[in-house]
């Protein structure tokens, strides 16, 4: 395996980035610059079904790593990919295409800018998912705040400065002590180079520390309640694509994070503080559920409801049983589509009557069935009904938790209950009920380009609902390795203090 | 007599001043030819301090003057940077009527004056080239005289300066009389026993060491002679006499007081940790993006000094690293600054630069880079300048000052991104000028290619440091 193809994936969307940058569009609309954008994005979304093609599913090993030299002698640019990243590359580069064709609806200036914000973004998200070097994984993981501080800002609504701000300070506040524990680790093991990590492992005495460092990052970025508050802001004030983005896969990189580091490399802490990530995802579940239902913006419930998937995502990992973290992942890739087609549904709206107030809308199904239609599947993705992703992420979650602690499952199913109401409240007063406002009349039914982007969510949603095997299938190796790892590394620290 | 091809360099360029002094004597409206013969004269200086480079360790006149590898680094960015100095401001000083024949010849007095300082291995002859550059300096911060805020920035160098410099003597003079020599090596042999009045000596050649590089508490010069010098000398002032005060800092603390590193390691983290703080917390309220940078570079040399702190030769290496990013994200800054040009007035405001994006995308984007880089974001130079700083930190287990040091990055994002904000989501105002000269261009363009390209090969400059060794 010589071509570089983990590579090429990080590189294209800059790379076409870059192509934007330097061609002069002739009229003012910057159409050829979105078809380039698209052409780029879905060519890298063809490279990596190929990759998860090629990609063998019974092998616990990183697969195709490269290994430079970069920062000289201590750290080397490594990427690779297991069966966990490869859904989130995916998850990725099937988001970035959809996202570049809804953009036309929602951002009228500046065009050519916003594509290349998208790209580049692309190329950090997919970075973020295949680096195999701590250091690597810092670069891109902050480097995302860039793009993303811009998007919010220059394309976002009318409180966008304060989100922006709010945004940058919080994730950049987190993720410096993760910079400090990344060095520390360096330092205490001589290396950053994760591979060698996962067998060498830290000593015992110094993971607590760094697995707070870690958690202050990860927490900021998932985000857990009490630092939530950042997410309602930033998504309520993001165009429609940016809230795309961030629900779909910028949380994720967190829950991603969780997985590949805190227990991967400090299994001891992990189990230490268990009890304290159990009792914030609670917290976010039901308290954000609780908030989101009495919402009036549309964007904010949704964002809310990300709080609380989120929790469950949380709660899902540090279950440690092979059902929590395999329902975690599921659960990430299932929120990824579903709450991207939440915020392009709720864009859909907001682009023909400018406003994201619930009570400024009723009766849509009369005047607008498709959109009734496909509204009810991500709604009902979003509460998880079976039949939906949404379902089989929450239920292998809580059965994770059930054979762990069952008073933590009880309280978590709770959250399930009020994820329907929430739900199902919203598309009652937003779809259903009498049409009260005059001005609804004039609503015109999905176009062609929403149809595409919206049904393209929609047949994963029901599919991997129904048939969950090819997702499972690809992660199911890698999670019982981490598993393995982890339980290993316990053991072997209980031998030791015996 | 043969030693003396080995500072040809300095030879090289007192005779250039001489020269260039006459030629605008004898001739009339030189002004632009000195100021171009000035700049070719670095250029050849450049290539002199290159073409010596690849020698040893070299001891001169009774080990008094030392040429090794950190001094040879040290100039080649000093003289690098004093040509890129003189690029991007030809322009500027001739519509603001300052280009008289003095101004570049004062330039290169201090830069020989400062190289000077770097090679010295003796107080007498460091202090000769300190106040050789001090007094070039006093002049330039006043040069543009009939302005108010340029005097007052010159007068107010000046005492402080003045006052700096009795300290350093003072601690000087402390020095030589419990050490009985002036030479650094002589110094570090005769100190191995402890006793206070070297500890005062050390102390207030630090302070005065502090002063010349804007280090909290001895920074209060800083941001009056930042906005009041004119932008051509402000840019000057933020970087060179930096590179030449750290590398003097790095002499003194690693030659003649190596031995008593217990003593001044804790000033050092004080000074780091207070700079870090108050250069990203008094820059918040800030209007004028000249007083700004000079918060700015007043936190930035904290970075720089925490390398220091660390006493190690990791720690001195990164802190020559941040000083070499450090300048390169100056020139990139300043010269955007030079470009807010309009109807031949200049606009230093942070104001001025609302809504710029939209009229100037390239001139915003680079401005964008280089803010992001200031702050510290990866992947760009800035981030990967704090990065070295903060491994060799923590390799010393110094954790307190690498996480006071990276919180207080947090801090400083927000002015940064604050600058960001008015550039691209305020409306837009007048547009400015886009003809400019070809220097300045030249330079943005390879100071931003610089720090947005640093991330594809970073070891460049860390393999080049890594010779430069002390303990």
């Known amino acids: 395996m010589n071509f570089p193809i983990l590579s090429s994936l990080i590189l294209l969307p800059t790379i076409g980035a870059l192509f934007i940058l330097f061609t002069k569009s002739s009229s003012g609309k910057y159409q050829s610059s979105k078809y380039v954008a698209l052409f780029i994005s879905l060519a890298n979304f063809l490279l990596s079904l190929y990759l998860w093609y090629v990609f063998d599913k019974n092998s616990v090993d990183f697969q195709f790593v490269e290994n430079r030299e970069w920062l000289s002698g201590f750290v080397n640019y490594k990427v690779g990919i297991d069966g966990i990243s490869i859904l989130f590359i995916i998850l990725t580069t099937f988001i970035t295409p959809i996202c570049i064709i809804s953009v036309n609806a929602t951002i009228t200036n500046r065009l050519k800018d916003f594509l290349i914000a998208i790209l580049i973004m692309e190329t950090f998200m997919i970075g973020v998912f295949c680096s195999l070097d701590l250091v690597v994984f810092y670069l891109f993981f902050e480097a995302g705040l860039i793009p993303m501080f811009l998007i919010i800002g220059i394309w976002g609504g009318e409180r966008r400065v304060y989100s922006a701000f709010k945004f940058f300070l919080y994730t950049l506040l987190g993720s410096v002590l993760m910079l400090v524990a990344i060095i520390a680790i360096y330092w205490i093991t001589g290396t950053t180079d994760v591979e060698k990590l996962y067998e060498l492992g830290i000593q015992a005495k110094y993971q607590n520390l760094l697995w707070l460092a870690f958690f202050s990052s990860f927490a900021v970025k998932t985000p857990m309640w009490p630092v939530h508050t950042w997410l309602p802001d930033a998504h309520v004030e993001a165009p429609t694509v940016g809230s795309v983005l961030l629900a779909a896969i910028l949380l994720k990189m967190a829950g991603y994070g969780f997985i590949r580091f805190s227990l991967g490399l400090f299994p001891i802490a992990s189990e230490n503080f268990t009890m304290l990530v159990y009792v914030l995802s609670l917290i976010a579940i039901i308290y954000t559920s609780l908030v989101a239902l009495m919402q009036e913006d549309m964007k904010k419930l949704i964002a809310y409801s990300s709080v609380a998937h989120m929790g469950f995502v949380t709660l899902g990992i540090f279950t440690m049983t092979q059902q929590g973290i395999e329902g975690s992942i599921f659960q990430m890739i299932s929120h990824g589509l579903v709450s991207a087609a939440l915020f392009l549904s709720v864009g859909v709206v907001y682009e023909r009557h400018h406003t994201r107030l619930i009570n400024k809308y009723g009766g849509l199904v009369s005047i607008m069935p498709r959109y009734a239609i496909v509204f009810m599947v991500f709604t009902l993705g979003a509460l998880g009904l079976p039949g939906t992703t949404g379902f089989i992420g929450e239920f292998l979650i809580l059965m994770g938790a059930f054979e762990k602690n069952i008073l933590v499952a009880m309280i978590a199913s709770l959250g399930v209950i009020l994820g329907a109401a929430y739900m199902l409240w919203l598309f009652k007063r937003v779809v259903f009920g009498e049409m009260n406002n005059p001005e609804l009349k004039s609503m015109k039914d999905l176009k062609t380009f929403e149809i595409i982007t919206l049904s393209a969510l929609v047949i994963p949603i029901l599919f991997f609902g129904f048939y969950p095997e090819p997702l499972m299938n690809s992660i199911e190796a890698s999670v019982e390795n981490t598993l393995n790892m982890y339980n290993f590394d316990l053991i072997n620290n209980l031998a030791l203090k015996d | ?471």
């Open chain 2, 1 to 471: 007599m043969e030693n003396f091809h080995y500072i040809l360099p300095e030879i090289f360029i007192s005779v250039c001043i001489m020269l260039f002094l006459l030629v605008g004597v004898f001739k009339k409206n030189s002004a632009s030819l000195i100021y171009n013969l000035s700049n070719i004269s670095l250029v050849i200086l450049l290539a002199l301090i290159i073409n010596l480079s690849s020698l040893d360790t070299i001891y001169l006149f009774n080990e008094s003057y030392l040429i090794d590898n950190l001094s040879n680094y040290m100039k080649i960015i000093l003289v690098g940077s004093g040509i890129f100095v003189m690029l991007t401001g030809s322009k500027y000083i001739q519509v603001i009527n300052l280009n008289k024949i003095e101004y570049p010849i004062l330039i290169l007095s201090s830069i020989l004056g400062m190289m000077i300082m770097i090679s010295s291995n003796d107080l007498i002859v460091f202090y000769m080239g300190l106040e050789l550059q001090s007094l070039a300096l006093y002049v330039l911060a006043s040069f543009n005289r009939d302005n108010l805020l340029s005097t007052e920035s010159g007068l107010k160098y000046f005492v402080l300066s003045a006052l700096s410099s009795g300290l350093l003597l003072y601690g000087c003079s402390l020095t030589y009389g419990f050490s009985e020599s002036t030479n650094f090596d002589q110094i570090l042999i005769n100190s191995t026993e402890f006793n206070y009045g070297t500890t005062f000596g050390i102390v207030f050649i630090l302070v005065g060491l502090a002063f010349k590089i804007s280090a909290v508490p001895f920074h209060m010069w800083a941001p009056d002679v930042y906005q009041g010098s004119p932008t051509s000398v402000t840019l000057f002032f933020a970087i060179l006499p930096k590179i030449a005060a750290l590398s003097v800092f790095i002499k003194f603390l690693y030659t003649p007081f190596a031995n008593m590193n217990d003593q001044w390691q804790t000033i050092i983290i004080f000074i780091s940790i207070a700079s870090m703080i108050f250069g990203a917390v008094a820059a918040i309220g800030q209007k004028n993006l000249k007083r700004l940078i000079a918060y700015s570079s007043i936190s930035h040399m904290g970075y720089a000094l925490a390398g220091l702190a660390t006493v190690s030769n990791q720690g001195i290496q990164s802190s020559i690293t941040y000083i070499s990013i450090y300048l390169v994200m100056n020139l990139a800054f300043f010269s955007c600054l030079f470009m807010l040009k309009r109807d031949e007035k200049y606009y230093e405001n942070i104001e001025d630069l609302s809504g710029l994006s939209k009229k100037h995308p390239i001139l915003s984007f680079s401005l964008l880079i280089v803010l992001f880089s200031l702050a510290g974001i990866p992947p760009l130079a800035g981030f990967f300048a704090k990065f070295y700083v903060f491994i060799a930190v923590i390799e010393q287990s110094m954790y307190f000052l690498a996480i006071v040091g990276l919180l207080a990055t947090v801090v400083a994002a927000f002015y940064y991104l604050r600058i960001i904000k008015i550039i691209y989501f305020d409306p837009e105002k007048e547009e400015y000028e886009t003809s400019h000269n070809l220097g300045l261009k030249i330079t943005l363009a390879i100071s931003t290619i610089f720090i947005l390209a640093y991330f594809i090969y970073p070891s460049g400059i860390t393999e080049i440091v890594s010779k430069i060794t002390m303990i």
